[in-house]
């Protein structure tokens, strides 16, 4: 630290005792020459300076003293001040996170209450969210319910029930040797299962194939399927313990039958045939409390109306209030017409006419035609005619003094009366003479009083839902749990309720929702914003499926991590039924807690953002550290309804594609046949049955004289930009197939921008693969574009020395092949790998690039991705049009506090060219983002980057953007690349190394991007 002490210059100096009148010239004796009064001081000084003197140099010594003292007492004031600002360790102390494996656990942050040291991180499972779409739909118009309200009830959690944990290792396990009468024994306390080495030899046939197996060659996978199957025979077991898994570190986990009971598992005894022994440890894993269900709130008010009142209510968050308003008793008229009636009565140049009071003591009649019927200013064809159309004609058409107004409440035409008590409907005529019957209805003040919260601005917003008896409103909250009191006020004087139900939390169990979906609300984009209203925690969109508008579909999104665990339910069999929520071959993805391993311990949490197992540090979990074997992209091939799809697909000659009915579909209705994709058409054929004799014969369907150019010019056709393009399949039974042109599961599963030369080969392999993993309507098949199926395919089996052989079909291969199986091995993006598992535990990886040749693409030398952290900018979460200072996350950027950052563009085509949400956006020219990556150079390796580079139509005014992209080996360039860009969109760029050094092996490879002049420079989609 360097202290600086000011001097004020402007200060005068105080004068000395020996300058005074020392200048000074006395005219006394003048004309003399002598200075009279010089004279005379001087003679006086003569004799006192001296003792002046020594005077003076005692005061001069004692302020030294002072002086000295006061700058010592200051400076260790201020040294005093500084150590109390830094007087805990931790404000002098800087600690840093660092990962060893960032593609499996990267640190977030790292405050100094951290400890140092090294801590032991296993990633077994990562944290999911539950994901379910809803059936297919057509269009995305329509009602689910037949315009009819229902209520929509989401249940969000889970009941955790116990566990107990048995510690046991392989070697604990197969010490037990292989003696016939070696034993391993659990219980309950009352209740007891013995594993025999017959139950070990079963289950390890069942998981190894045939042999001979003892304890002694078992794996604790073996002896938890042997728990198991003797729990399914021992009633008295499992009413207490439920099954027996694997558990991560401990080695198996039993779970308890019911949540909260008080039910323990002993100590287990192990036999090796001599002598019986306690085998490994038993500790309580997972406590879980006896499950409560929860209930709402239910509060009942009867409010004494005035005639006109205000009112206001609130849930202690959200106010809702009502002016003055009349609610005197109100007469409302229905009339019993439908939507089909209405089409009907106006066809042929039919009316309708309503005869209602004008005010005067008269009627005034209103007719209405099919020409009235318009929606801004156009037309309204006769088929597409509802109420509500009915009800804006007929207002339109009505003079001022018609004292009703026609509205649609709860799908029937209701004219109500603009001033209570007053005005009314006399008759409702159709032309062709059908007869429409006029209803009376009076709504006492609280109906109305419910209609006009219900009709104010955040009654959504509401804890409750407010509805209403001729006397009464009731507040019926819309979620399990204890809550405070609503309040209601009538003209200002606070209401009591007049009875209410208290709400019950829930206890390790599922919290219930109920959201209401009002009559006419029942369509995809009404439900949708239902619920998101609600914020829950359960999001929901609408999905175009196909690109082609022909597949729609409502997906629900819970929270991470299995307490965001949802079922969906209707009070309607028709809703459900449509939605479909409730099928499991809708059901995209589970909900699952992380699982890590830490220290020892098995941790599971609800997020892969974890900030209480080391203190002082967060980490984020990327990916497990475990070894997967093929894991299959699922392609969107489930149909419609999660009916699958009823063909297989094969090449039948070089032109020449032939759609054969599944084993499951012989002897069906398959309509008219398939139907969709390139070529120019379908022709029949019968062939002799393939399956069987019964039906001798079967009909498949060919799509001939097929050329590489028909696909390629097909998926053209299909989008705007072309490399949107997919294939659609149908099925003709409610089957459909859709086959991106990008993408996992698509004909280039590595492509972004690819809209050139696919063949036909590729065109099989993957619809063939789309068409397995659709399956035939009983499986959990298809799903959004992170769906995903595992497939362990069958075991390795001998066939005889040094010869072996797997169960794994052509069929299944060319399905994980061609729809880019992502695993441990492989790349994780799109070049995967097979896995398999030798005698001695070994695992042998096979590329997907050294068998993509059996879908239709070729061999190479072995490519792998490059490991970038936030490749496309999506760390930050931004609104569109939003945009940030600081650089990307991960990312270093030379301008700093305005000229760089994170934009979420708000602009088209900008927007529909980007990658997520996010770009990074460079401003200033010389501004550059770059990002040391964890990748090293290797002289005997190239190296490419793509990156998609843009701008925006916004600085059109301006020069075009250009850029420079580099490469570096620590500070040496090995590649580089310029250009410029005005195309007011993304577009893909290439970055390729042009280097070969050794010298550099082992340096840090950098990215760099620099924008050099001109407009706005957009980055996105980084990937190497």
Do not use: C
Not at 230 to 248: D, L, P, Q, Y
Not at 835 to 841: A, C, E, H, I, Q
């Amino acid at each position: 630290m360097v202290t600086s002490t000011g001097v004020d210059s402007s200060a005068t100096p105080a004068p000395t005792q020996s300058s005074i009148g020392s200048s000074i010239l006395l005219t006394l004796g003048s004309g003399s020459g002598i200075n009279v009064e010089e004279l005379s001081t001087n003679l006086v000084n003569a004799e006192k300076l001296p003792a002046e003197n020594a005077l003076q140099e005692k005061i001069d010594k004692t302020e030294a003293k002072i002086s000295g003292y006061g700058l010592i007492s200051s400076q260790l004031g201020i040294l005093a001040s500084s150590f109390e600002k830094i007087n805990d360790a931790n404000e002098i102390y800087s600690t840093a996170g660092k990962s060893s494996n960032e593609n499996a656990v990267s640190f977030l942050s790292v405050t100094n209450d951290a400890p140092e040291g090294g801590y032991d991180i296993n990633v077994y499972q990562l944290a999911e969210n539950q994901r379910v779409a809803s059936n297919s739909y057509q269009t995305n118009s329509g009602n689910v319910n037949a315009s009819a309200a229902f209520d929509i009830t989401l249940s969000i959690g889970v009941t955790r029930t116990g566990t107990y944990e048995h510690s046991i290792t392989t070697e604990q396990l197969q010490a037990l040797g292989a003696g016939t009468s070696a034993y391993i024994e659990y219980s309950d306390g009352t209740n007891t299962i013995q594993i025999t080495q017959a139950d070990i030899d079963l289950a390890m046939e069942s998981l190894e194939g045939s042999g001979i197996y003892t304890f002694e060659n078992a794996s604790l996978e073996g002896l938890i399927l042997a728990i198991n199957n003797n729990i399914s025979t021992n009633a008295g077991f499992a009413s207490n313990f439920a099954s027996a898994e694997v558990h991560r570190t401990k080695g198996i986990s039993f779970i308890q039958t019911t949540a909260g009971a008080s039910v323990a598992l002993t100590q287990p005894i192990a036999s090796d045939g001599s002598a019986s022994y306690s085998l490994g440890t038993i500790a309580q894993g997972m406590i879980s409390a006896t499950p409560v269900d929860g209930s709402p709130a239910s509060y009942i008010f009867t409010p004494a109306s005035a005639g006109s009142d205000s009112l206001e209510v609130s849930d202690g968050v959200t106010t809702v209030s009502v002016a003055l308003t009349d609610f005197t008793t109100r007469t409302d008229y229905e009339l019993s017409i439908t939507e089909s009636e209405l089409q009907t009565a106006l066809a042929s140049s039919g009316t309708i006419s309503i005869a209602g009071s004008d005010g005067s003591g008269g009627d005034q009649t209103v007719s209405v035609a099919l020409s009235d019927m318009t929606t801004f200013g156009l037309p309204i064809p006769l088929g597409a005619l509802t109420l509500q159309d009915l009800a804006n004609a007929i207002n339109n058409k009505a003079s001022a003094d018609f004292q009703t107004t026609a509205v649609v409440d709860d799908n029937k035409l209701t004219f109500v009366q603009k001033n209570n008590g007053t005005g009314a409907i006399s008759s409702a005529t159709r032309s062709d003479g059908a007869v429409i019957t006029k209803t009376s209805v009076t709504v006492t003040s609280a109906e109305q009083m419910a209609e006009a919260i219900q009709d104010s601005s955040y009654y959504d917003s509401l804890k409750f839902t407010v509805s209403a008896t001729s006397t009464n409103l009731i507040f019926d909250y819309k979620s399990d749990g204890v809550v405070s009191s609503p309040t209601f006020t009538l003209n200002g004087a606070a209401q009591n309720a007049s009875s209410f139900t208290a709400g019950v939390n829930s206890v390790n169990s599922a919290i219930d929702t109920t959201i209401k979906i009002g009559a006419g609300g029942d369509t995809l984009a009404g439900i949708v914003t239902a619920i998101n209203n609600a914020d829950t925690g359960v999001t929901a969109s609408l999905l175009d499926v196909s690109g082609i508008g022909n597949d729609y579909r409502i997906v629900l999104s819970g929270a991470e991590g299995l307490d965001g665990s949802f079922s969906v339910t209707t009070s309607s069999s028709v809703a459900t039924n449509s939605l479909g929520f409730d099928s499991s071959s809708n059901v995209l993805q589970a909900a699952q807690d992380a699982e890590i391993g830490y220290e020892g311990l098995l941790i599971n949490r609800g997020s892969n953002v974890i900030s209480d197992v080391i203190d002082g540090a967060t980490f984020q979990l990327n990916s497990t550290t475990g070894v997967v074997t093929s894991v299959a992209y699922t392609v969107l091939g489930n149909g419609s309804g999660g009916n699958g799809f009823a063909y297989d697909i094969s090449k039948l000659d070089a032109n020449t594609i032939r759609f054969m009915p599944k084993m499951a579909y012989v002897g069906q209705n398959l309509g008219a046949g398939p139907t969709g994709g390139p070529g120019a058409g379908y022709t029949a054929t019968t062939i002799a049955n393939p399956y069987g004799s019964d039906p001798a014969n079967i009909t498949v369907y060919d799509v001939t004289s097929l050329n590489n150019s028909d696909i390629d010019n097909y998926l053209d056709d299909s989008a705007d930009p072309d490399y949107l393009g997919s294939v659609t399949l149908y099925d003709g039974i409610g089957g459909s197939l859709v086959l991106p042109r990008n993408g996992l599961g698509g004909f280039w599963p590595n492509g972004i921008t690819t809209e050139n030369g696919e063949t036909i080969d590729q065109y099989v392999a993957t619809a063939q693969a789309a068409s397995i993993l659709a399956g035939t309507g009983s499986a959990t098949t298809g799903g959004t574009d992170d769906t995903y199926t595992d497939y362990t395919g069958g075991t390795i089996n001998s066939v005889n020395t040094g010869s072996y052989e797997y169960g794994y079909t052509e069929a299944q291969l060319r399905a994980d092949v061609a729809a880019s199986i992502i695993t441990t091995g492989g790349s994780g993006n799109g070049e995967g790998a097979l896995t398999f598992r030798d005698d001695y535990g070994r695992d042998h990886h096979i590329l997907a690039s050294e068998i993509r040749a059996l879908s239709g693409g070729t061999s190479s030398t072995t490519t792998r991705s490059i490991s970038i952290t936030n490749p496309s900018f999506e760390s930050q979460s931004l609104g569109q049009g939003d945009y940030t200072y600081n650089p990307p996350t991960g990312w270093t950027v030379n301008t700093p506090g305005g000229d760089s950052g994170v934009y979420n563009p708000g602009e088209a085509p900008v927007e529909a060219t980007t990658t997520g949400s996010n770009t990074a956006y460079l401003f200033s020219d010389g501004a550059t983002v770059s990002q040391v990556l964890g990748e090293t150079y290797n002289s005997a390796s190239t190296y490419q980057f793509k990156l998609d580079i843009g701008d925006l139509a916004y600085y059109d005014g301006q020069p075009d953007a250009n850029y420079t992209i580099k490469l570096y080996a620590g500070s040496t360039e090995i590649g580089t690349v310029s250009g410029t860009s005005d195309i007011d969109a993304l577009t893909e760029v290439t970055l390729n190394s042009s280097v070969s050094n050794s010298a550099l092996n082992g340096q840090a490879l950098k990215i760099e991007v620099t924008k050099n002049s001109g407009e706005e420079l957009l980055i996105d989609n980084v990937r190497g």
